[in-house]
């Protein structure tokens, strides 16, 4: 299993910052790269406790999907997405928000496994998760931005 963790500092309130995470539309913003879309379940606004998304975007050249659920939510301090279905054997991103001094402290951690054996921990080490770690760090991007701006 591979864990990807960061820590991104957001000078907003941690309730503008944990709403703009669950929000599908500044998600699909900040994925524009990989030209991701919600095409099933909450396709905009704000994902709660229990609902889907599923993704569709193109990653190493093709189109996947992804679909997760929030499977815990306390509002403004956690939530957690699993994939139910889509290309890894497991997938959980865990969102975490505190606040200090009018800063939020907002940490992802992100834990995933790659089917397909040895070739799937070769392709996790060489590509995988620096795709990932990218993808996360253009995320974060975008909610800092959206969020400072706001506030």
Do not use: C
């Not at 957001?10 to 790269?33: E, L």
């Not at 040895?118 to 590509?127: A, I, Q, W």
Request: charged share 25%; no cysteine; glycine share 4%.
């Amino acid at each position: 299993m591979t864990t990807i963790n960061l820590i991104t500092k957001i000078s907003a309130p941690k309730q503008i910052v944990f709403d703009h995470s669950r929000n599908i539309d500044i998600h699909q913003q900040s994925a524009s790269k990989s030209k991701e879309k919600a095409i099933a379940g909450v396709t905009f606004g704000l994902i709660n406790l229990n609902e889907t998304v599923t993704w569709r975007g193109k990653h190493f050249g093709f189109y996947l999907t992804h679909k997760s659920r929030i499977t815990i939510m306390n509002l403004y301090d956690y939530f957690v997405d699993e994939m139910e279905h889509g290309k890894f054997k497991s997938f959980k991103h865990e969102h975490f928000f505190e606040e200090e001094n009018g800063i939020t402290i907002m940490k992802d951690k992100m834990q995933y496994e790659t089917p397909f054996s040895f070739f799937g921990k070769l392709f996790d080490v060489l590509f995988l998760k620096k795709h990932l770690t990218n993808f996360l760090l253009d995320r974060n991007k975008i909610l800092k931005e959206v969020s400072e701006k706001q506030f």
